[in-house]
């Protein structure tokens, strides 16, 4: 009998080689795969059983909220694509073309959609007259395709999935509030179902979005000191609104143009659950988004007896409503607890015949490798605190972690320590983008965003010595 | 106080022109729009809605049977997709494909996926090596591209929504009952959600779907006597895992090929909805398919006590767990009423002044625009009720009118009668594909199905006077 944990030697050494750590979590747990379409990724079942359980976490938050899912087009216009020059000149160059329909060459050219904005424009004009058709606020759940020349695993890649949400409203101070709502309901994504805390803040004009007024973000830190541009909203005023003939009759009888959001997070939110709790050992998932939040393996399986108990626990932790899993296969208890670290499950329950003499169960964590043994009859009870607490667990370890990576910073000196340390340098900044660029230029590192708490603590930038105005944070970035 | 019933005149009569009548519930029911990408729709939120539905449902049903979602790439290389030469030439006219992408012309072309075979068969070649990897039981929610020359909204168009389930099985049994047991799903949410009932059966060879060793399908039935296939699964047998080298270690120890099957539904089931349960007053939506399952309209809304009597109502209804709506708008009842029939809303409720004094709210039934009126504290248990009895009516109702139109037919002249009358021709068949053509050729009727009843009638085939063999039914056909 072969009950002793195996190491999972299957993968990198995350100390050893970040890069190819993280690479090999994504293969080994089964989280996706490549296809023979270059920079293409498949979202195998475990994978996209995570990204389900974002949707379902969203999709109840954006129709609590009044939002409504629609469906658009996969792709657009070439000559429509071009109406908002900004835009347009943001993805141009990562844009895959279609030249041919029904074996005849197209007169206008269609480019599969990098995102939707001109889409729900051209719709909104058709839709939109009267102050009373607004607010208007939509959402699309879809994949997009941007044309990248180096792709990572949900990181970076020609076609990844995400849902974009587009909001039409009658005043600036509507739309304003909507931006920065759902900024909330992500940093809420975050805290409450996949354990990684965002630092909020505004982008600074030049890292803002192609056509946007204002956009916000939602930035983690991963293990490597690098930051994770989560997911942004978007404050668009008037602009796009214009260029496609939007407009609706105002209370005051005259023809008037509404404001506009956009937001959107995608499958890279996977990236950031991997890098932020993963370990050695493989995947370790938060339970509220773990595909398998619980698994039962017997122990000494050929036993009599065991096979019956491991399937009493099973059904009893079931009937709680947890998503549990029992494997029964002629597998060693070894290889499976290999595996199902490998895979991340929060918790795992092992059942042979010394503990159904002693009337016990094993409970083994994931997350910080501890194991319990309760009474059988507090099992199911056990297992769904644990949930609870475990959650906690991984939340607040990444929030220290984050916490302890955010170094102020009054001179170059100190920010070349602190992005050295890795993660964010808080620092004073005159707002001038020329000064932005000698960061980027000659550290590496871009301003991720002004966070939302602005308390000043220096009079002058440190790299140009005139007047700072404004609280950024610095970082080397995904 | 204007709370007289507006009749819809906004919608062409069905009597006077089908075609026009069913483009206006898509259009004024607010399910789609068009856009500006020929051929492409736009799903709106009440048409999305629906479809959302019918995913609950179908997600649902599907993990129960042990099935997982995955994603696959939204484009195919040209030089995959040849390697089934049956299922080449069978999407090859309608493909839509990509030649550019980041600026540069591509080697090997893309195709905008029209369904995902090759894609499937490439990933289950590298993820299948034993039998114990198998079954593999996935599916897809994606959209397809087909480049279809002439479209009707979500009839046929050049993006449809659907789901595409494809799974490998170690033996022939298996898949077999995987291909019968996915029709039984289908039909399953034909009665139980959509109040659709179909005619079951297997396609004819000249029917069948390309490189598919059996086609079986969902027939459903139109109000101008038109079937519409609404769903097909089709079993492979082992044709494409050879042609893309998905093979396994048997039990034996030997390398075989896996058995496979593919199924799907669309989008197109909207417009079966619209068609079978619609009247000249726009959309009947069954209950449990209807985003919105009851309205709350207060009458004569600025009397007294009237908006906070609604509101009391829409609480308690919302509360049961219906999908509840009230309209609070400055709008007319009149326009209310009109609306919500032109949405197909199943069950209204009208509450005003004199319904206050009496202590009575007045209900309207969408299906055959009855009115009752109940007790105010009766109003949440009646209309839970009428959700069911609403189904079954509808249910009942498209039922009849189905096998109302299965005319069995002997002779020519029987079968250009039933044709004539709308429907299905049931006759038998010699199973000589050139007698199929001969019918196809002279009444424009195509073989539907050999349902799965097989009771023949006939000694003949009335066509060629040959043996008869096979049961089938004609039809004229979406």
């Known amino acids: ?21 993280y690479t090999d979590i994504c293969k080994k747990a089964e989280l996706m795969d490549y296809s023979s379409v270059k920079g293409f990724i498949i979202y195998r079942p475990y994978g996209y059983a995570i990204w389900e359980e974002i949707q379902n976490y969203l999709n109840k938050r954006f129709k609590e909220s009044g939002h409504q899912n629609v469906y658009m087009p996969t792709v657009i216009p070439e000559s429509l694509f071009n109406k908002e020059k900004e835009h347009v000149s943001g993805f141009a160059p990562e844009t895959l ?88 309901v992500y940093d809420d994504l975050g805290r409450d179902l996949l354990a990684v805390p965002f630092i909020k803040g505004r982008k600074t004009e030049k890292e803002k979005f192609a056509g946007a007024v204002e956009t916000y973000t939602i930035e983690a830190l991963m293990p490597d000191g690098k930051a994770l541009q989560s997911g942004t909203t978007h404050y668009f005023g008037d602009g796009f609104a214009k260029a496609f003939g939007v407009q609706f009759q105002g209370r005051d009888g005259k023809l008037t143009s509404p404001h506009q959001t956009s937001w959107g997070v995608s499958t890279r939110l996977l990236g950031a659950i991997i890098m932020v709790h993963g370990d050695d050992n493989g995947l370790v998932l ?37 998503r549990v899993k029992i494997d ?14 490998m895979k991340g499950v929060p918790v795992r329950i092992e059942i042979g015949p010394r503990d159904i003499e002693n009337g016990v169960v094993t409970i083994a964590k994931r997350n910080d490798s501890t194991k319990i043994q309760v009474k059988r009859e507090e099992l199911a009870k056990t297992v769904v605190e644990l949930m609870e607490t475990i959650h906690q667990e991984m939340y607040e370890k990444a929030y220290r972690y984050l916490l302890d990576h955010v170094t102020e910073v009054h001179t170059l ?30 550290r590496a590192a871009t301003a991720r965003c002004m966070p939302f708490n602005q308390t000043k603590f220096d009079e002058v930038y440190p790299v140009c010595g005139k007047k700072a105005t404004k609280v950024v944070l610095f970082a080397k970035a995904y």
Chains 1, 2 share one sequence.
């Open 328 to 341: 029964e296969s002629d597998r060693s208890p070894g290889w499976k607890f290999s595996e199902y670290e």
């Open 286 to 322: 938060p339970p509220r988004v773990a595909p398998i939040q619980a698994v039962v393996i017997p122990v000494a399986a050929n036993r009599p007896g065991v096979i019956p108990a491991a399937r009493e626990l099973y059904d009893e932790l079931n009937k709680t409503g947890l």
């Open 413 to 442: 000196e100190e920010l070349d320590a602190a992005l050295e340390k890795g993660g964010y340098a808080k620092m004073m900044w005159c707002e001038d983008e020329a000064c932005e660029d000698f960061i980027k230029k000659t």
């Open 1 to 21: 009998m072969d009950n002793k944990q195996i190491k999972n030697d299957a993968i990198t050494r995350r100390s050893e080689d970040f890069a190819q750590w």
């Open 97 to 184: 073309i279609c030249t041919i329909g029904g074996q005849s060459e197209l007169d206008d050219r269609l480019i599969v959609r990098p995102t939707s904005e001109v889409l729900f424009c051209e719709h909104y004009a058709k839709v939109i007259s009267s102050y009373r058709d607004l607010p208007k606020l939509y959402n699309q759940w879809c994949s997009v395709v941007r044309w990248e020349k180096t792709t990572r695993p949900f990181l970076r890649g020609a076609e990844f999935l995400w849902q974009e949400g587009h909001t039409m409203h009658e005043t600036e101070e509507e739309a304003r509030t909507e931006t920065l709502k759902m900024l909330e």
